[in-house]
């Protein structure tokens, strides 16, 4: 039998909404909106504008994906004002069935949809596809997910890995991390590697090479455009270091869960400075594991390109019975 449900892939900018038919042997998605969450109170009125706007009826059941621990009846988004009952949306949406999950949970899942076409090679390496993957993506945060290779399918799991603690590893590296405490009371590496953290990154570059009044750029799509173009040298270096900094935390991953099935990289800044992190520090980066090194030489690392690996994920987990 076909269900026709609400699947949702919601971060801290941005709510991806779309229908899912969802049978044993087929994943569509039909009618993709998507909303900036500024603009809205809460999921719920974003829900019910993407219902007006598609013309639809409340579907039955649903899927949402969010960028933040999920685990409690109560949800907290990481990266904006946002709570979510449960319960509440459950009763409000008048759903049979709603799951939700995190929403690099749904990103690992749909990893498993997704085609050759949505997948970049970066550098060299070798994909067992039998062994486990890593998925870590930059946007408004920083999501760390997984797939664990069993033998009949693929079990993602999820965590909070992008507030671990960033570890310089050269003089400047130190410099970035004084620059970032002098700001924060603690440095993770999502504070870095996320959109502000470009802003604050350029910010940490321009005062460390410049003694006089400067043009500063203030948002990540300037500098990263400004990057791309060459037209601030500054811009330019800081894509380069936050593609450096990308290949530590994705090397230090993949050597502490063993991705030999690959590392995939995903989220929205990733795709538009390809340019840049292909000639990047940043395979380089990812191959510096000292002893080590040998392991993650034999790693491929991918960017993925698809824009709606999250709302196959929030599918796939509607109707997956490990979930």
Known sequence: MNHLALVGDIGGT?????????????????????????????????IKQYISLVGCDYPKQACLAFACPVNSNFIKMTNNSWTIAKYELKHKLNLQKLK???DFTAIALGLTHIQAKDLYKLGYGKTNNNSNKILIGPGTGLGIAGLIHTKNSWIP??????????????????????WFQNNYKRVSIERILCGQGIVDLYYAHVNYYINHSYNVL??????TKAA??????????????????????TGDMALTLGAKGGVYLCGG????????????DFRNSFDNKGRMSFYNKEISTWLVKS???????????????KL
């Open 14 to 46: 941005n709510v991806r909404l779309a229908l899912a038919l969802v049978s044993t042997n087929q994943l569509k998605l039909y009618k993709i909106k998507i909303f900036k969450c500024i603009n809205y109170l809460n999921v719920y009125e974003v």
């Open 100 to 102: 939700i999950i995190n």
């Open 157 to 178: 799991f999820s965590g909070e890995g992008g507030h671990i603690s960033f570890a310089p590893i050269d003089n400047f590296e130190v410099y970035i991390l004084n």
């Open 218 to 223: 203030t948002t990540p799509d300037a500098i």
């Open 228 to 249: 791309l173009k060459k037209t601030d040298p500054l811009a330019y270096k800081t894509i380069l270091m936050f593609c450096k900094l990308l290949g530590h935390v």
């Open 269 to 280: 800044i990733l795709p538009r400075i390809i340019k840049i992190l292909d000639n990047s």
């Open 307 to 321: 824009k709606w690996i999250g709302l196959l994920g929030s599918a796939d987990a509607l109707f997956n019975n």
